[in-house]
């Protein structure tokens, strides 16, 4: 498979692309001015304790406090140690203390950001630090040092943690990560000095500082990029500024000498993201509808905590069995399925409906085609065996914004509903609303102003019920359009004597939701 690693970097923001065989798989932006701060440690205040939810607010100096659960206070292990060790760990440590028993209101501690602030949550935060380096991961509150389970060889996993083990000079665990597999053992002592170096100083910051503070921030998203990113697997890492090039460069030299000759400066006149599709395959991402290239199609439904996405055999119609048409069709949608999950950053709770199938020995390939596709995924996933229904339950881990919320916001026009109220529901409502008012008003007019289009029903199709209405009341009534208006906003005047009286308006739609 052939991978490259786009640097598209402008002075509003930087966007990081991971191609695999010419796709899109993986999308990070950085707006210049709304960085993330994932991975930054503070020295932070307790501002509140909450024991109901067994967590507790810490004042790290940002616009919303962080929010610190008492399982994030105590986890002593990341998802990437090994298992067993992992297990025995949590056999001996059962019995967990409770968050009033750990922390006090006014209490200074060191945190360090686990998930950036998303929508009106804040940062979700963690007591135990963890400072990453290109091979390893160093965790100074901890004593184990774990390796990561994707370097199966056990002999490999023995020299790496003894290299370390030997290494090391201060308290602390390590995360060996999947990037250290066969990499010389100067590499590993490198990034054993470097990490401790880091903590080192931080340490030294402790002892003046005064909470709120930033005591450490992690690398931009363009030099992150180049830390996590830039594996073995990738062919080549292409940039299209030459500064960042030459930052890139320099970075390479100290920490990845062997990848300098990888790294290319894009100075054709085409866009890079132009050159490689980039563009294309982003709007794409953003649509709800996903064409298969058989016909079929997928349907993805994003809530705030879960995300539908359906199969669909569309124009697909198969050569040989119904059978067989839904199980070529269910086999190439996992395939996509992966892939737009992991290009979209979708997280929490994903419920995938493929279509229903007869055979059980079909659904088994199905699981297991989505299983090998999810091997790919850096993060973490928990998946379930499909059910009668063709249902697949899942969760992934969330850790940022997915790309969504990342590149759009809410639709001013709904809402965010993704609908609005039809023409003929807003004035049937109206309607609705002439019959409450008071007849005993000296008030002698009424006045309805309405988007164009619900006039216009009012005025044609209802003509009849307002001429009605005018005999029963003696009132006389009339319609004035208001293209400005929203198709669910309207407003009842009562008019008469150099006066105008508003009586309804439309509750759905205030006046703040206007503005």
């Known amino acids: 498979m052939l991978s490259k690693l786009l640097l598209n970097v402008t002075p509003q923001e930087v966007r990081v692309a991971l191609l695999e065989d010419k796709k899109l798989t993986e999308l990070y932006c950085q707006r210049q001015i709304d960085r993330s701060i994932v991975g930054n440690i503070y020295m932070g205040k307790v501002s509140r304790v909450l024991p109901g939810m067994q967590a507790a607010f810490v004042d790290i100096g940002l616009e919303r406090a962080a929010f610190l659960y008492v399982t994030d206070f105590l986890d002593e292990y990341s998802d990437s140690f090994d298992e067993r060790d992992v297990a025995d760990h949590k056999r001996r440590n059962r019995k967990q203390p409770k968050i009033q028993d750990l922390v006090k209101e006014g209490q200074e501690i060191m945190v360090q950001i686990a998930k950036d602030p998303i929508g009106t949550k804040g940062a979700r935060v963690t007591s135990h630090i963890s400072l990453p380096g290109r091979h390893l991961v160093y965790m100074p509150t901890v004593t184990h040092t774990g390796v990561s389970r994707k370097i199966e060889d056990e002999d490999e996993r023995k020299r790496l943690r003894a290299i370390v083990m030997d290494t090391q000079t201060l308290d602390g665990g390590y995360i060996i990560r999947t990037a250290a597999g066969d990499q010389p053992a100067n590499n590993i002592i490198f990034d ?3 990490l401790e170096s880091q903590w080192k100083k931080i340490l030294l910051a402790r002892k003046t500082v005064k909470a709120p ?3 450490h921030e992690d690398l ?3 030099l992150r990029s180049v830390r996590d990113f830039f594996t073995d697997d990738i062919d080549e890492l292409i940039v299209d500024s030459k500064d960042a090039h030459r930052e890139i460069k320099q970075y390479a030299t100290r920490y990845l000498p062997k990848k300098s000759r990888k790294i290319t400066l894009y100075d054709d006149r085409e866009l890079l993201f132009d050159q490689y599709n980039i563009e294309n395959q982003i709007e794409r991402a953003l649509g709800k509808r ?6 079929g199609y997928l349907i993805v439904d994003q809530a705030e ?10 124009r697909f119609v198969g050569s040989k069995s119904l059978e067989e048409t839904i199980l070529q069709t269910n086999l190439e949608a996992a395939k996509e399925i992966v892939a737009q999950i992991r290009l979209r950053n979708i997280g929490g709770l994903i419920i995938l409906d493929f279509i229903d199938m007869e055979k059980r020995s079909n659904r088994s390939k199905i699981f297991k085609a ?3 596709e999810l091997e790919a995924d850096k993060a973490k996933t928990n998946v379930l065996k499909i059910s009668d229904l063709g249902l697949i339950e899942m969760t992934r881990k969330r850790t940022r914004e997915n790309l969504s919320q990342q590149l759009c916001q809410p639709c001013g026009y709904c809402g965010g509903k993704g609908f609005h109220r039809s023409p003929r529901t807003t004035s049937n409502e109206i309607l609705r609303q002439l019959q409450k008012i008071d007849t005993q008003q000296s008030h002698h007019n009424i006045e309805i102003v309405a988007h164009s289009s619900v006039a216009a029903i009012i005025k044609n199709e209802e003509m ?3 001429n009605q209405f005018e005999r029963e009341t003696g009132r006389r009534v009339m319609v004035r359009e208001n293209p400005d208006y929203h198709p669910e906003k309207y407003q009842i005047n009562l008019t008469g004597q150099g006066s105008s ?3 309804f308006k439309s509750a759905h739609f205030s006046d703040e939701e206007e503005e």
């Open 464 to 466: 009849s019920s307002l």
């Open 370 to 372: 989505l299983e090998k």
């Open 501 to 503: 009286t508003a009586v």
């Open 213 to 215: 503070y930033l005591m």
């Open 220 to 222: 931009s998203l363009m």
């Open 305 to 314: 905590a879960l995300t539908a996405i359906d199969v669909n055999t569309g």
């Open 290 to 295: 996903i064409w298969l290239k058989s016909g």
């Open 192 to 194: 054993v000095k470097l």
